[in-house]
């Protein structure tokens, strides 16, 4: 019987660990926050951007590419940063260091959200826009078929979005420390006006340094 007691605590012990080290809390809010945001922004930009002129709607989908562009470049950079610089900041009292430890020491949600929330996001919305834009352009411009200017269009999308964030992961990998701190100051800008603190309840473990 005690053996049987200690197989359970051990595996009792290694399901914590697991639930502690994949960090599954964060799994399930985050998956349940995309489902949610993705349906309520699906139905606002349908019904913003349907409705929208073709050069207005063109703008939007430029700006939401780059949206999802930047965004991917902030999740690569916190993967790729070194604390040990903005420990040394900190020390100096930096304005915005302290913030860029937090974003560090939590690099996987960061991470996380940056790439696959607001990248999917930003795919949705950019899609809208781009079937609004085909969809006018057909009847202003072109006589084509709308199947195929959707597809045209689609494709469009696709290379923009895809060019822009090999682009931009190039960039973030030489430049991560910078990109860090600059979006570490823009969150403490608003955290310090709005009180919009991010991490309130940041983890106690501290990311390995290297």
Not at 2 to 23: Q, S, V
Not at 35 to 55: D, R
Not at 177 to 203: C, M, P, Q, W, Y
């Amino acid at each position: 019987m005690p053996r049987n007691n200690e197989k359970n605590d051990r595996y009792n012990h290694d399901n914590k660990d697991i639930w502690k080290r994949y960090n599954l809390k964060w799994v399930v809010i985050i998956s349940i926050w995309t489902f949610v945001l993705t349906i309520l922004i699906s139905i606002i930009a349908e019904m913003v951007l349907i409705n929208v002129q073709v050069i207005l709607a063109f703008i939007i989908f430029i700006i939401i590419i780059l949206i999802g562009v930047i965004s991917d470049m902030v999740g690569i950079a916190v993967t790729v940063a070194s604390v040990k610089p903005f420990h040394a900041m900190a020390a100096d009292k930096v304005e915005g260091a302290g913030y860029a430890i937090k974003l560090l020491k939590n690099a996987g949600p960061v991470s996380n959200f940056c790439n696959d929330v607001i990248g999917d996001i930003c795919g949705i919305v950019s899609g809208v826009a781009g079937v609004n834009i085909a969809l006018q352009l057909k009847d202003l411009l072109f006589p084509m078929n709308r199947a195929l200017l959707i597809v045209v269009m689609s494709g469009f999308i696709a290379s923009l979005t895809v060019g822009g964030k090999a682009i931009g992961k190039n960039v973030a990998i030489l430049h991560s420390h910078e990109i860090v701190f600059n979006t570490a100051r823009t969150l403490n800008f608003f955290n310090e006006k709005l009180g919009l603190d991010l991490f309130s309840k940041t983890n106690n473990k501290t990311r390995k340094e290297r």
